[in-house]
């Protein structure tokens, strides 16, 4: 759960941020106060330190000045030169006797001391840290008193060391050589220290030690207070402040949080609404959440209502789609990529005579094809397979009692999502029937041309026996019309129709006497109008037979002229049949090159010259141009 991760909770983390802030700022805070208070021992120190050496000095320079002078001069009469007693007469030892008294009263831990090199009382002996300052005194003329903090057995002090004593002529007597000395003196202090010192000579140094041990302490003391102090506030605050936190943010934040993970967990709570807190942040920040839960309910509930609509619209062309499939007079079947039956419905089962069960995951190919087609119809499905729509596709398939059924076939392939090919859809039409009837079709319509043309072949046999013309007549003319119509090229069928045209075209001129046509070849008059209206007589018989081409048609404009100047109804150009103006071509060069009663036949070269003098106006040029090109490129010859 995202709850789970290891973020810090905020109460936390402000908490402890805080309390961290808050530890350092007292920490440093101690340690300053610490810091200042140490150094304010120092100086109080020093200035005490002041007060005892000048104390000292003052009370030294009595004896010197003052009262030694004064009891040498009243004692002179009645002391001998070798009386010594260093009570009153070194001041030295009477500060040390003072000195002892003083820390008998005082036990505090001052120190002071005459510190001298070689000194005559042991008392008086410089240390180490003192002979130091000594030896820097002798070489430093200017050098005048050294303040430190030392460690000494352990504990703080503040030593003060100030230049002492100088060598003056006066105190030579008892400081140059024992002999010089009072017998007294020697005797008490021996004859090795304190000797061979010259004018000059800086005698002694000032040792003042003040213990600071105890300010310390107290500065200590006072910081371990002030820690406590405020540790107890950081308590105080720390108490206050969570408790805001929690009253005011953690806890409506926790609310809302709650809130959210209801509704993450269970729907329902989508919408529901959560109690306003104290403050503008919060306060706007869960107007909003509650805003946005609502919006979010309504949102899913319009999804809900969509989602319904669209599964029972979805349901209900499923339902369509299924029942087609169950109903429709139509094989649906699909394979999957390999060729493994997936399923096929009803009508295909009851084609087939297999059940779905039966055949469901068998091979396609060797269930159902017939074995001389296998190969090569698994080949086309491997291509429909590769993404592509075929259709009109015809193959057998045989049935469960091994029947061989004529279907044809539409495939489509199927894919997924990703446009990956699953499988083949393929509808498929039982087409036996029809293949059948398609072919009975065929043999009957051929059977009808057949008798068509017999019955042509009786009429111009009847035409030609009646008429003015030799055997073979519409044979000639048929061979010239059809090799005219294919040179022009004219389809197959139009080719047809002008040859079975060209059998009967005449069929009019049948009820024109014939006299009229053996007589001459120029007709005037009632002849002559009666002539002219056999195209049309011709027509009216031949329209009664219902022909696939415009037999009728032809005949009935096989006369006309190109420009307009024929019969029988002066029709011109490409208002005339292109068959009947083959017709009135052929026509004419049969004519001409036939043998009548009232002329000889024409020889072919001279009728043809008649016939494209002609051309343009009479014929067609392009038929005429056709039909010299016949003549003279393709060496074609009128049958004797
Ligand atoms: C009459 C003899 C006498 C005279 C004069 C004298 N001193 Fe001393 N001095 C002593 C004696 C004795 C002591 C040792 C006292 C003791 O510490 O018990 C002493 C000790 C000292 C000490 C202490 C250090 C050490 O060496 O023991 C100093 C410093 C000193 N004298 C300086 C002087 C100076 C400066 C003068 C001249 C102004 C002077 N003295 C004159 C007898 C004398």
Request: charged share 25%; net charge negative.
């Amino acid at each position: 759960m995202i709850g789970k991760i290891r973020t810090p909770r905020l109460g936390i983390f402000l908490n402890v941020g805080i309390g961290i802030v808050f530890i350092i700022a007292a920490v440093i805070t101690v340690i300053i106060v610490n810091y200042s208070m140490r150094q304010q021992a120092y100086i109080e120190a020093q200035a005490k330190a002041r007060i005892i050496l000048d104390r000292n000095l003052a009370t030294h320079t009595y004896f010197s000045e003052i009262m030694k002078p004064s009891i040498f001069a009243w004692s002179e009469p009645f002391r001998s030169k070798e009386y010594f007693d260093h009570t009153w007469m070194s001041s030295t030892y009477a500060l040390r006797e003072i000195e002892k008294y003083f820390k008998s009263l005082n036990p505090s831990g001052y120190s002071f001391k005459d510190a001298a090199i070689d000194a005559r009382s042991p008392e008086n002996e410089a240390d180490e840290y003192e002979r130091a300052f000594l030896e820097k005194l002798a070489m430093d003329k200017k050098l005048e008193s050294d303040i430190t903090v030392r460690n000494i057995d352990g504990k703080p002090y503040l030593v003060v060391l100030r230049k002492g004593e100088v060598m003056e002529a006066s105190c030579l007597r008892c400081h140059s050589t024992p002999q010089n000395a009072p017998k007294g003196l020697t005797d008490h202090y021996g004859p090795e220290r304190s000797f061979n010192r010259k004018t000059g000579d800086v005698a002694s140094a000032v040792s003042l030690r003040i213990p600071l041990s105890e300010a310390y302490a107290s500065a200590n003391i006072f910081s371990l207070k002030l820690s406590a102090i405020l540790i107890g506030i950081l308590i105080c605050i720390f108490t206050i402040q969570y408790w805001f936190y929690r009253r005011y943010l953690l806890e409506p934040l926790n609310v809302m949080r709650d809130k959210a993970k209801e509704i993450a967990t269970h729907e329902d709570h989508l919408g529901e609404q959560i109690p306003q807190p104290f403050g503008r942040e919060l306060t706007e920040l869960t107007a909003s959440f509650n805003e946005m839960a609502i919006k979010l309910r309504h949102e899913r509930d319009q999804l809900e209502e969509l989602v319904d609509q669209r599964t029972e619209e979805l349901r209900k062309e499923k339902d369509f789609a299924e029942s087609l499939i169950q109903t429709a007079q139509t094989i649906v079947l699909v394979l999957d990529t390999t060729g493994y039956i997936v399923s096929i419905n009803p009508y295909m089962e009851e084609i087939s005579g297999y059940r779905l069960e039966e055949v469901q995951g068998k091979d396609w190919f060797s269930t159902f094809l017939p074995e001389c087609d296998r190969n090569s119809i698994r080949e086309l499905f491997l291509k429909a397979v590769g993404n592509f729509q075929t259709q009109g596709n015809v193959n057998q398939i045989v049935t469960k009692d091994g029947r061989k059924i004529d279907i044809e076939w539409s495939d489509k392939t199927l894919k997924d999502e990703k446009g990956n090919v699953v499988g083949l859809l393929s509808i498929g039409q039982d087409i036996t029937e029809r293949k059948r009837t398609e072919i009975a079709l065929q043999e009957s319509h051929a059977r009808l041309e057949r008798n068509l043309k017999g019955a042509i072949d009786v009429i111009s046999e009847t035409i030609e026996a009646k008429g003015p013309y030799a055997p073979g007549h519409h044979r000639q003319v048929s061979a010239l019309t059809s090799a005219i119509a294919r040179k022009l090229g004219l389809t197959d069928f139009q080719v047809q129709g002008i040859e079975l045209a060209s059998a009967v075209y005449d069929i009019g001129l049948m009820t024109i006497p014939i006299e009229f046509l053996q007589d001459s070849e120029l007709l005037d008059g009632v002849k002559l109008t009666l002539y002219q209206g056999y195209p049309k007589t011709g027509h009216d018989a031949l329209k009664k037979i219902e022909f696939p081409w415009p037999i009728a048609e032809i005949t009935l404009q096989h006369r006309e002229c190109y420009d307009g100047s024929g019969f029988p109804q002066g029709i011109r150009g490409e208002e005339i049949l292109i068959e009947a103006r083959i017709l009135a071509v052929a026509n004419a060069i049969e004519d001409l090159t036939t043998h009548k009663s009232f002329r000889n036949a024409f020889p072919v070269n001279e009728v043809l010259e008649k016939i494209s003098a002609h051309s343009g106006s009479k014929y067609d040029p392009a038929v005429v141009a056709a039909c010299l090109g016949l003549f003279k490129e393709k060496g074609y010859k009128m049958e004797g």
